[in-house]
């Protein structure tokens, strides 16, 4: 059974910087694209990024230039550096898993998030 759990979330000055990690406890982590969502209070879900199996990665342009998706195999552990953090990056921050090529919707596998609040 494949699990996510998130961690790193936490209240930060707007300016600053963070970062979270989600642990995956799947055995061919290596084989899978991993992605982070946000979801604000009364809004919806929302891609933050996502980082092939290969390293790549894609970022939304809200995020762009300011937050770091990154991946360790051998921890089974993707990231994401966030800095220049403003108040409108509070949310509950979610990693996600799917198998193969990564997609800006369909994962298969999510952790239970991990709130991050910028004060402004």
């Known amino acids: 059974q494949v699990q996510l759990v998130e961690s790193g979330g936490g209240l930060v000055q707007a300016g600053g910087s963070l970062r979270l990690s989600c642990a995956a406890s799947i055995r061919t982590f290596s084989r899978y694209a991993m992605a982070w969502f946000r979801q604000a209070p009364g809004k919806e879900r929302e891609l933050v990024g996502h980082i092939s199996t290969s390293a790549t990665t894609y970022y939304v342009d809200s995020v762009k230039g300011r937050f770091t998706i990154s991946r360790d195999n051998a921890k089974n552990t993707v990231y994401l550096q966030m800095s220049s953090l403003k108040p409108e990056d509070t949310a509950a921050y979610y990693c996600?898993?799917?198998?193969?090529?990564?997609?800006?919707?369909?994962?298969?596998?999510w952790g239970q998030g991990t709130q991050v609040t910028v004060s402004s």
């Open positions: 996600a898993a799917r198998w193969g090529v990564p997609t800006n919707s369909r994962y298969d596998y």
